[in-house]
Nanobody, 118 residues
């Protein structure tokens, strides 16, 4: 059974950085596309970034481009989300998920909380 587990969230000040990890068990992380999503309080789930099986990368809203980087370490069976220059609007629970096909995602992790506040 495939399971994904996120970690690395926390409370940071504006301008600081965090690196989130999504560790896979039950499958090789490089065998599927993996995506990062986030959900802020009172808002819907938002696509952040994804890395395909072939290594193709897609980012979400323009506000995240240039600040967020997704990358994969097959040896550690982990997909990372490096977040730099964090702003309060980045505050959310961040989730990773496995790409089943196209825009269908499953095997969601339980999420990790990121709070950006001074």
């Amino acid at each position: 059974q495939v399971q994904l587990a996120e970690s690395g969230g926390g409370l940071v000040q504006p301008g600081e950085s965090l690196r989130l990890s999504c560790v896979a068990s039950g499958t090789a992380v490089g065998y599927y596309g993996i995506g990062w999503f986030r959900q802020a309080p009172g808002k819907g789930r938002e696509f952040v970034a994804s890395i395909s099986r072939g290594g193709g990368i897609t980012y979400g809203a323009n506000s995240m481009k240039g600040r967020f980087t997704i990358f994969r370490d097959n040896a550690k069976n982990t997909v990372y989300l490096q977040m730099n220059g964090l702003i309060p609007e980045d505050t959310a629970v961040y989730y990773c998920a496995q790409q089943e096909t196209g825009n269908v995602w499953n095997n969601w992790g339980h999420g990790t909380q990121v709070t950006v506040s001074s």
